[in-house]
Nanobody, 119 residues
Framework: QVQLVESGGGSVQAGGSLRLSCVSS????????MGWFRQAPGKEREWVTS???????TYVDSVKGRFTISKDNAKNTLYLQMNSLKPEDTAMYYC?????????????WGQGTQVTVSS
């Protein structure tokens, strides 16, 4: 059973930085895509950023230029560097990983880590 464990969340003032980590129990090179999602209270979960197996990255417009996704296959770890944080970035952040199997694709989720940004 694949497990994804996030860490690095916390409380920070606006303009501050945090780095989230997501450690996978599976080799990260086996995922064709990994990413971060977030869910604020009373809102739906939204996609934030993804990194493909070839290293290409994409971001939601609201975090472009402030957040950076990266992956270290040697450590089986996904990262999210968050700079210039804003109160609207406050949410539970979830790591996700997609893997192909002969029966189809499965998306795995972590348990989440809370990020709170105060003004």
């Amino acid at each position: 059973q694949v497990q994804l464990v996030e860490s690095g969340g916390g409380s920070v003032q606006a303009g501050g930085s945090l780095r989230l980590s997501c450690v996978s129990s599976e080799y990260t090179y086996r995922y064709y895509r990994m990413g971060w999602f977030r869910q604020a209270p009373g809102k739906e979960r939204e996609w934030v950023t993804s990194i493909n197996s070839d290293g290409t990255t994409t971001y939601v417009d609201s975090v472009k230029g402030r957040f950076t996704i990266s992956k270290d296959n040697a450590k089986n770890t996904l990262y999210l560097q968050m700079n210039s944080l804003k109160p609207e970035d406050t949410a539970m952040y979830y790591c996700a990983a997609d893997r192909y199997y002969s029966s189809g694709s499965i998306k795995y989720w972590g348990q989440g880590t809370q990020v709170t940004v105060s003004s």
